[in-house]
């Protein structure tokens, strides 16, 4: 009797084991640590090359998980929720909610659906601006950035004959993914580039060298113009004026040569010593193209480079500010007067 009392008293024992784990197991892998739905969501990072060990202390130490001795040992045995082959925990950096259970946690690591950090790169930017907003988003360090735009190599790689990416990086709105290495970031913008300036004719299936001078040409268009409609004349004047070897005059370069190369503040107004600034880039001491762009291009200022109507216009003036459009004209007499009107008419309207 005795012994049937013990052998029943073992059974229960075991039975009483069997359900505290299985139990265990269930709360583990399919309860949440929160109930609520409408629990905070962390942003995790999980550093190239990290262990499971070390992943499930991340996930411990956001909360998001109850044991990370049990996250280490589910991953060694994933027949226990269900799968019969091993999980593949990628690195990155994802959102995950309090809300979600183990199971569903390792789900989301092996699919690698990561955050991503929506970045819009405005047209005519240069390099450094670009490496700022980088680092203000928290895609990627401006230094390394920059310092993938002056690598020889990558530059090498992409057939481009300059000292730096400048007027090769896209602008568009980029999904990033938080603390990329700046060579992933410029590859991806000098791809975008390409495979946009492939739309081209001037450009398709060229060597850059067979057009760095037009991309030169569209990165000073694209800092001059503010309507669309007449970048294409911007860049049939600058084109007439190249023809011609009279200087280009263009204030953007000015600009450039004042806050990329002497890295002052951006002038309120350009003054008549800026214009004697001597420097390569300086279109009103030299003529023909700076030797190298002066922002980052967009297609309506690639196409208008590598397309410029036929025109005899050798100037253009701002004369609707609110518009954004100028007065293009054939001689110096005609622009100084399509000046003096817009003076004029300037001054009546602040009355």
Not at 198 to 218: C, H, P
Request: proline fraction near 5%; glycine fraction near 6%; charge should be neutral.
């Amino acid at each position: 009797m005795k012994n049937q009392i013990k052998k029943y008293s073992l059974i229960f024992s075991l039975v009483l084991v069997f359900v505290f784990i299985a139990g265990t197991f269930f709360i583990q892998l399919y309860v949440p640590v929160s109930q609520s739905k409408n629990s905070d969501t962390v942003r995790v990072e999980i550093p190239s090359g990290s262990s499971v060990k070390k992943i499930g202390q991340i996930l411990k130490d956001s909360r998001l998980i109850r044991s990370k001795n049990f996250f280490y040992l589910a991953s060694r045995f994933p027949f226990l929720m269900g799968r019969g082959y091993s999980y593949s925990l990628k690195s990155g950096v994802y959102n995950i909610n309090r809300h979600m259970t183990m199971s569903e946690i390792f789900l989301l690591l092996d699919s690698g659906k990561q955050d991503f950090i929506v970045t819009v790169i405005p047209e005519g930017l240069t390099m450094s601006k670009i490496a700022l907003t980088l680092e203000e988003e928290g895609v990627c360090k401006a230094s390394d950035f920059m310092f993938s735009c002056t690598d020889s190599n990558l530059l090498k790689k992409y057939g481009i004959p300059a000292l730096n990416f400048e007027g090769f990086l896209f602008p568009d709105t980029y999904f990033f993914t938080p603390s990329m290495s700046g060579e992933a970031v410029v590859s991806m913008m000098a791809d975008n580039f390409f495979e946009h300036a492939g739309q081209i004719e001037r450009f398709a299936g060229k060597e850059v060298t067979d057009y760095y001078s037009t991309v030169v040409l569209a990165s000073i268009v694209e800092r001059e113009y503010r309507a669309a409609k007449e970048a294409p004349l911007i860049a049939s004047v600058f084109t007439n004026r190249i023809k011609e070897n009279i200087g280009l005059y263009s204030c953007a370069t000015i600009e450039y040569i004042i806050t990329e190369l002497l890295g002052r503040p951006h002038p309120e107004v350009i003054t008549y010593d800026d214009l004697k600034i001597d420097s390569p880039y300086n279109t009103y001491k030299w003529a023909g193209l700076p030797p190298g762009p002066i922002s980052n291009p967009g297609m309506v200022a690639l196409e208008a480079a590598a397309n410029p109507p036929v025109t005899d216009y050798y100037f253009f003036t701002l004369t609707d500010e609110a518009k954004g459009t100028h007065t293009f004209t054939k001689n110096f007499s005609s622009h100084t007067k399509a000046g003096s009107q817009f003076k004029t008419k300037k001054a009546a309207s602040v009355k």
